[in-house]
């Protein structure tokens, strides 16, 4: 991660139903999500309303960033929205009476918190696994390597005969069926 997003939260200490919004910048250039790398043109921007609720403050809002990531079948660059929805409880020690399932934990140091890491998980997890720039997209030839999409190639996409096709002996394990 290595990004750093201090807020100084000392306005709502002290004060139970206090708010601060927030709306800045992630420092964020670039990250990675399994086989995927994203780029972004402008750093994302986080917007989240911190509300103090008595023995812990909660974070609500989303991060938004415009994505920039390469087809997993044909390999070009496209651009994607993202939008994350943070949603995390900052206190001093993590005390799961006070969390419910689905909000992250942040520490309270001092009387500032560091949103970066929630700011960066909201958006990881709003990447696609596999990211295509059109549910259409035909992809790259695996045999001669043309983008099908502009091209057209002679390569042969199905095996020929029963016997290159690595389940051919699958067909023997189940008897025919007569319709």
């Not at 420092?27 to 399994?34: D, I, K, S, W």
């Not at 390999?75 to 993590?94: K, N, Q």
């Not at 992809?139 to 389940?167: H, K, L, M, V, Y």
């Amino acid at each position: 991660m290595g990004g750093l997003l201090k807020v100084d939260v000392s306005p709502l200490l002290g004060e139970a139903g206090a708010t601060l919004e927030v709306d800045t910048e992630v420092p964020l250039e670039a990250m990675t999500v399994g086989d995927s790398h994203v780029k972004f043109e402008e750093p994302p921007r986080l917007r989240v309303i911190l509300a103090n609720a008595g023995e812990v403050i909660v974070a609500s809002g989303t991060v938004q960033a415009a994505a920039r990531l390469d087809c997993t079948r044909c390999l070009e660059p496209f651009d994607l929205d993202l939008v994350g929805t943070v949603d995390a409880v900052i206190s001093p020690t993590e005390d799961p009476e006070l969390i419910d399932e689905d909000q992250e934990w942040y520490p309270l140091e001092g009387d500032a918190v560091d949103l970066f890491a929630a700011a960066d998980a909201a958006l990881r997890v709003e990447v696609p696994f596999a990211p295509v720039h059109d549910e259409a997209c035909l992809g790259i030839c695996p045999i001669c390597g043309c983008d099908r999409n502009r091209d057209t190639c002679a390569c042969r996409q199905e095996p020929d005969t029963a016997s290159e096709n690595p389940f051919a002996v699958l067909k023997d394990l189940v008897p025919p069926t007569e319709d």
